[in-house]
Each structure stands twice: as structure tokens, then as C-alpha cells.
């Protein structure tokens, strides 16, 4: 079985094309190759013009976010105090010592 060289232009135009049409089959078809050579070459391009991911949190992002996150926690356990202080002032006077 003979390997096939496709030339880069080929490729390109081959990528334009897969973007216009909705049938990938039918343009391998008409142009004379197989399916595989329009995906690979199109994974490639989807994967070289994709941004690469910043650090999605900087510095000063992170400076900000770790005090919020201790005052969330004083100010929940300052709840659940509350709510205990109410439940064991409710006992209407009776002892809790049997």
C-alpha cells in the first residue's frame, strides 16, 4: 500500500471546506480522499488556535479571597453559637442534671 503526501495547501483548503459543509463524508468524497485526512487536519487546527489557559486566579485575587473565606467561617461558627445558646436557654427553667 502506497503512502499518499498531501501538500499543506490541500489540507488548509480541505479544513475551510469541513467548516462550510455539514457532510465531512460527502466533501472526501469529492475531493478525492479519505474522511480521517479532513479530521486529523482539523483537530489540528482547532487545537494550535485554541488560547492557551492563564492562571485563572492572580495574586491579588487570592489575597482578597482568603480573608472572605476566614470571615464566612467565624461568622457561620458565630451562628451555630447562637442557635446553641437558643436551644439549651429554652429549657424552661428545668436542670439538665438528672
Do not use: W
Amino acid at each position: 500500500m502506497k503512502n499518499r503526501y498531501y501538500n499543506p495547501e490541500l489540507k488548509e483548503r480541505a479544513v475551510r471546506l469541513s467548516y462550510q459543509r455539514e457532510n465531512i463524508k460527502e466533501l472526501a468524497d469529492e475531493l478525492g480522499i479519505g474522511v480521517e485526512r479532513i479530521y486529523k487536519p482539523c483537530k489540528a487546527a482547532n487545537s494550535a488556535t485554541l488560547p492557551k489557559p492563564e492562571n485563572p486566579m492572580p495574586d491579588d485575587a487570592l489575597e482578597v479571597k482568603r480573608p472572605r473565606k476566614a470571615l464566612k467561617e467565624k461568622e457561620l461558627e458565630q451562628e451555630i453559637l447562637k442557635k446553641a445558646v437558643h436551644i439549651f436557654s429554652k429549657s424552661d427553667g428545668r436542670s439538665m442534671d438528672p
